[in-house]
């Protein structure tokens, strides 16, 4: 069932307990035998006193799931954090105050209210994701690679059920979310920008945090600020994210590589380059 992040690989380090984290690493056809189920004795233990980061898609599903705005669900589910080494700041979701700081969506006896759109965390558990930026001579290059997480109470190792990494991904539909946030994890790379820069400004992080969780504000900074008179867009892809809300997330990534300055994802309308010219 549960929790834990597909991050850079520095970042699961300082998060888990080393002791649970095997040291091998996985690759896609590494077999284990692995099953959660209801009747099962640690049923719903690891639903409590974690700390889950939150990716752009995992809101999408829950604040739908829960029939809220995503300003309604950040406020009410989440807080944020800035990370220390790169000042990006991150969306955890919102334990709640009890003594065994349980996930709010955790019903016991019956498990999680909204497991058909739990965070990408608690869908790759108990195998732990985490990339790699190596720079191959040819630029840099993403390496996704896969481990196992076991923690003491866990008892789903102890069935018989085969897996493969891959098959696990595909069952707990974890790859269909890192194909949502493939964009998005690319940027959480970037640990500073150019011109010297390691730290974002309060103004760029604000725009990250929006860009990055909150749809419908984004929505109505790209339809009621003059981004659509700065940025060259496709008139299909305007039209799209009027009512499609992963087509919206999406340009959100773009614009959230344009203020990290990466690789062209959005382009500046060319009289708006030179009147800023003409103004210099
Ligand atoms: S979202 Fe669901 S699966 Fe994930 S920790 Fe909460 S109750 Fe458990
Ligand atoms: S088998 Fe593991 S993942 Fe499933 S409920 Fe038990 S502790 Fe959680």
Redesign the pocket.
């Known amino acids: 069932?549960?929790k834990y992040l597909k991050l850079p690989t520095r970042k699961v380090i300082e998060m888990f307990n080393m002791k649970v984290v095997q040291p091998a690493r996985l690759d896609p056809e590494t077999k284990f035998k692995?099953?959660?189920?209801k009747g099962?004795?640690?049923?719903?233990?690891?639903?409590s006193n974690i700390d889950i980061m939150l990716t752009p898609y995992d809101i999408l599903r829950m604040k739908n799931r829960l029939k809220m705005s995503s300003e309604e669900f950040l406020e009410k589910h989440t807080f944020s954090k800035i990370d220390e080494k790169s000042s990006h700041p991150y969306a955890y979701l919102k334990m709640s105050r009890d003594e065994k700081r349980s996930c709010p969506f955790l019903v016991v006896p019956d498990g999680c209210t909204i497991y058909t759109d739990r965070p990408v965390s608690c869908r790759y558990?108990?195998v732990g994701q985490a990339t790699l930026k190596k720079n191959m001579g040819e630029g840099i290059v993403h390496e996704e690679f896969y481990f196992f997480v076991k923690?003491p109470?866990?008892?789903?190792y102890e069935?018989n059920t085969e897996w493969t990494v891959e098959s696990w991904r595909k069952d707990q539909e974890s790859s269909l979310y890192d194909e949502m946030n493939r964009e998005w994890k690319s940027v959480l790379m970037r640990r500073d920008i150019p011109g010297g820069k390691s730290v974002l400004d309060p103004k760029k992080q604000t725009q990250f945090y929006m860009s990055s969780y909150d749809l419908d504000k984004f929505k109505r900074y790209v339809f009621e600020s003059k981004f659509l008179d700065i940025f060259d867009i496709d008139k299909d892809e305007i039209e799209k994210i009027r009512t499609d809300e992963v087509a919206l997330m999406k340009l959100g990534f773009k614009y959230l590589k344009y203020l990290m300055m990466m690789e062209e994802a959005l382009k500046v309308k060319p009289e708006v380059v030179k009147a800023k010219k003409a103004k210099e």
Not at 34 to 37: A, P
Request: glycine fraction near 4%; aromatic fraction near 14%.
């Open positions: 069932m549960l692995f099953r959660c189920h099962i004795k640690c049923f719903t233990k690891c639903c558990y108990p923690e109470h866990c008892l789903g069935e």
